[in-house]
């Protein structure tokens, strides 16, 4: 029977073999209260490759510099926190390993653009739950379930609309689309993706609703397609497939 | 705070926010908006969290919610609650265990009913799959019990519960952190009468003057180093009722899940399991069917977790330095990986390289969930003691231990947890909250927190939180976490202290009031000490094994003196760094109904 262990492991001269490197982090800090300007500021950090962006944030504030400010939740890409633009692309941190950048030169870290920025990598999210919110993303039935039982529904109508369940309203989709960057009262990616999430699920009688809201001049018809919610989505979802279905559905009506 | 909602009653004193809800529900993952859900048409409600309601940990639950529908094979409510029970090793109160498994039935359907997407059975009912401990007729077999969607049956309760909070326009106040509970002293018995939060945003103080408060804050795996558990899970909520001086319970037992990626902790579900996984050490061998003939790998976890344990311990252990188990899903095929797996599948593609479709994963276990917590009875009221409650507080999810779990919880049992008795709490607040007038605010409710958020942000200290942080995490693992003796809780015990001392002086680097991350780490830290503190000091007392609470100095269960609830309470000095100085054990019988405790064998 193993027993609690009172000493360290030997596993760190193991470890030891496993190369370190240092990788420079250039940050894009902001602190309304003291700059004028947003400022880069760099960083040196020991990291593992398999060490993520998120664990070099974590390094920096917890070894060098309390004040550096971001969110983050789960660690693992499943809460949506810590989206941010790494060397130019949103990403989210805790999905980012070391290995996946070229760390001979600084790897650049700031926020998502598109959103009033607040503290360094903290943006302001509550322009982009709103635009959320006025999809009506909730399930409109008009029809009641018999008492105490599942509404059905076959594998094939859950499976049309299974992609789009999984956003995780990260904002990374709506905050690469260069429409929302220069129009901030377009809905964006992630608020159709979820208007989609319910157009096309068998039990909802609103689609039609959520149609009209998004044939509206800041809606579906906004989108250039340019591809950059899809490259930036970090759960793999089509987000410019689901927009161009959304489109569909308001010219042909709900398949 | 969503602008579209009126703001209700607010002033401003003395630089403090005060607001007055009928409810206030701290917390926004699936137990607090499942109140919210319950409680928000019939009373004045308000949800604060220090998160945004998406965030919240409850996303991360992968494999299933169980219930006994039968959609797919018999099943019933006695069975599960037996299995819930067993499962945790008779220390489960039977009586909340039944209300559990009754009322499952229709919390999935609630669920369902309010939009959640469930995988579906070729009739297109709500599809199940087996998971650990979950077995037909009392043991004899594993049963199909868990509703799921896909691996990602958390995330889909958190979006469906967050998108009618949306729908029934609840008032949230996002990024708030509640810091205390307020009592005041009314005919000399203390009753709540608000909470006061930290605006992140702003570094502002709010006072939300409540007649009911529902806590649903979640639990604090941050205690270990290795868990599934998010950075944000500090127990701040139970930390705050224990500062009251109002009791917690069964704080020694931590769950152990048997399959976190090795080395980083994150969870890859028991589902994987229940679709047919199979465990194996270094030399290939389906290790479990040595320790659990009947159920193998689909054992309770703390079962799991211990043999995990032993195979590395006695030297079967794989990988360059014998120190993890194989979890291997290459039969499964990549069809039942890509539509039932998708998400553990990646973790493992993107946190270790290694593909599952063709691989074996390294897994050990991994910290995870709190079985303890702020005692309730089934009506989700907080009690003070054995029997009596506190008037208008109540608690549900993790947080809280009522208790279903008892000294092991079985998975797709939380999700459960925090619908059923979510709505139980919310749906009592509102009664409670209609027969009464609002408990007054004694003077200045904010004051203790101001006081100590000043302090911390004020001090020349020179500890970083990081640190102390770390070696508190780092100290927890290697002496409270799967196997315990009382040689290694002393120990950790003394660690506790040190650090604690050591807190006195910690430094607050950031001097700034808007989005201060850094201050509030501080505070956090101090909740992590403090219930550090109870676990280890619950789980010294309790001399013998039961469930998540393996003692190898005292191997067997030990009904005769330990088959009761810990209770413990904050007494005499709570400055001094000794835990002897300041709690005091209490216990409180188990409630028994129908199963008389057995031998725990799989």
């Avoid at chain 1, 379930?145 to 859950?158: D, L």
């Amino acid at each position: 029977m193993s027993t609690a262990m009172l000493e360290t492991q030997s596993t760190d001269t193991a470890d030891a073999a496993i190369q370190a490197f240092t990788v420079t982090f250039l940050i894009r800090r902001f602190d309304p209260d003291v700059d004028a300007e947003p400022r880069w500021q760099d960083f040196d950090v020991e990291m593992y490759a398999t060490d993520r962006v998120l664990d070099a944030l974590h390094k920096i504030k917890w070894e060098q510099d309390g004040s550096l400010t971001f969110r983050r939740s789960c660690a693992h890409g499943i809460c949506g926190s810590d989206a941010m633009r790494i060397n130019g692309r949103n990403r989210l941190a805790c999905k980012t390993l070391i290995k996946d950048l070229d760390i001979s030169k600084p790897i650049y870290v700031e926020a998502i653009k598109g959103l009033p920025l607040e503290k360094d990598l903290v943006v302001d999210m509550e322009p982009f739950f709103a635009s959320y919110r006025e999809v009506q993303p909730f399930l409109i039935a008009n029809s009641q379930p018999e008492a105490g039982k599942e509404r059905i529904q076959s594998i094939a109508k859950r499976e049309i609309f299974d992609d789009t369940t999984k956003c995780i309203l990260c904002a990374a989709c709506t905050s690469s689309c260069p429409v929302f960057w220069t129009d901030g009262q377009y809905f964006g990616p992630a608020a159709i993706v979820n208007a989609h999430r319910f157009i096309f699920d068998s039990r909802d009688d609103a689609a039609s609703v959520r149609l009209d809201i998004l044939n509206d001049k800041e809606g579906v018809w906004r989108c250039r397609t340019t591809f950059n919610c899809t490259d930036a989505c970090p759960r793999g979802i089509e987000v410019t497939k689901a927009i161009a279905e959304v489109k569909q559905a308001i010219i042909r009506g709900k398949p | 705070m969503n602008p579209e909602s009126a703001h209700v009653e607010t002033k401003i004193v003395d630089g403090v926010h005060y607001h007055q809800y009928d409810i206030v529900i701290v917390g926004a993952g699936g137990a607090g908006m499942r109140a919210a859900i319950e409680a928000g048409p019939g009373a004045r409600t308000a949800v604060i969290s220090k998160l945004y309601p998406t965030r919240s940990h409850t996303g991360a639950a992968q494999g299933g919610m169980a219930a006994a529908l039968a959609n797919v094979e018999e099943d019933s409510w006695e069975w599960h609650t037996f299995d819930t029970i067993k499962g945790g090793d008779y220390l489960v109160d039977q009586d909340a265990a039944e209300i559990l498994a009754k009322e499952a039935i229709d919390a999935v359907i609630d669920l369902e009913n309010m939009g959640l997407p469930f995988n579906r059975t070729p009739e297109g009912k709500i599809d199940q799959r087996r998971f650990g401990g979950h077995t037909r007729d009392h043991g004899k077999a594993p049963v199909r019990r868990a509703c799921y969607a896909a691996d990602r049956t958390g995330h889909m309760i958190l979006q469906t519960l967050f998108q009618n909070c949306v729908k029934l326009g609840i008032e949230f106040y996002n990024e708030y952190y509640a810091l205390d509970l307020v009592m005041t002293d009314v005919d000399g018995v203390e009753q709540p009468s608000g909470i006061v939060a930290h605006d992140l945003a702003t570094g502002e103080l709010h006072v939300f003057r409540a007649k009911a408060i529902i806590f649903a804050t979640g639990g604090y795996g941050k205690i270990f180093k290795t868990t599934s558990n998010a950075h944000t899970l500090t127990g701040d909520g139970v930390g705050i009722i224990w500062r009251k001086g109002l009791p917690l319970e069964d704080m020694e037992f931590f769950q152990f899940h048997p399959t976190g990626l090795a080395g980083l902790g994150i969870l890859l579900t028991e589902g994987a399991r229940g679709e047919g996984a199979i465990l194996r050490n270094a030399s290939g061998e389906r290790f479990m069917e040595r320790y659990a003939p009947t159920i193998k790998d689909l054992a309770p976890r703390d079962i799991v977790s211990r043999c995990m344990q032993q195979e590395v311990a006695e030297g079967r252990g794989a990988g360059p330095h014998k120190d993890y188990v194989l979890l291997d899903c290459t039969h499964l095929g990549a069809e039942v990986l890509e539509t039932k797996l998708p998400d553990i599948t990646e973790f493992a593609r993107t946190y270790l390289g290694v593909d599952p479709v063709y691989e074996p994963v390294p897994v050990m276990p991994t910290a995870h969930y709190a079985m303890g917590g702020i005692p309730t009875n089934v009506a989700a009221e907080v009690l003070r003691d054995n029997t009596a409650v506190v008037p208008g507080l109540y608690a549900a999810g993790e947080c809280a231990c009522v208790s279903v779990h008892g000294s092991n919880r079985l998975g797709t049992n939380s999700l459960l947890d925090i619908n059923v008795f979510g709505k139980r709490a919310g749906r009592n607040a509102v009664e409670y909250a209609k027969g009464v007038e609002f408990t007054p605010l004694p003077d200045d409710p904010a004051g203790p927190v101001r006081r100590m958020l000043d302090q911390l942000r004020d001090s020349n200290g020179t500890e970083r939180i990081g640190a102390i942080r770390k070696e508190l995490q780092e100290e927890m693992d290697k002496n409270a976490q799967v196997f315990r003796t009382d040689e290694s809780l002393a120990h950790v015990t003394e660690v506790i202290a040190r650090l604690r001392e050591r807190y006195r002086n910690v430094a607050v680097q950031d001097k700034g009031k808007r989005f201060n991350t850094d201050l509030l780490e501080a505070v956090e830290l101090g909740f992590l000490l403090d219930l550090a503190e109870v676990v280890v000091f619950s789980a010294r007392n309790r001399r013998e094994s039961r469930g998540g609470h393996m003692r190898d100095d005292f191997p067997n269960r030990d009904d005769e003196q330990y088959m009761q609830h810990t209770m413990a309470y904050l007494s005499g000095d709570p400055q001094s760094s000794l835990a002897d100085d300041h709690i005091r054990l209490d216990w409180k019988p188990v409630t028994v109904t129908r199963y008389q405790p057995m031998e725990r064998k799989y």
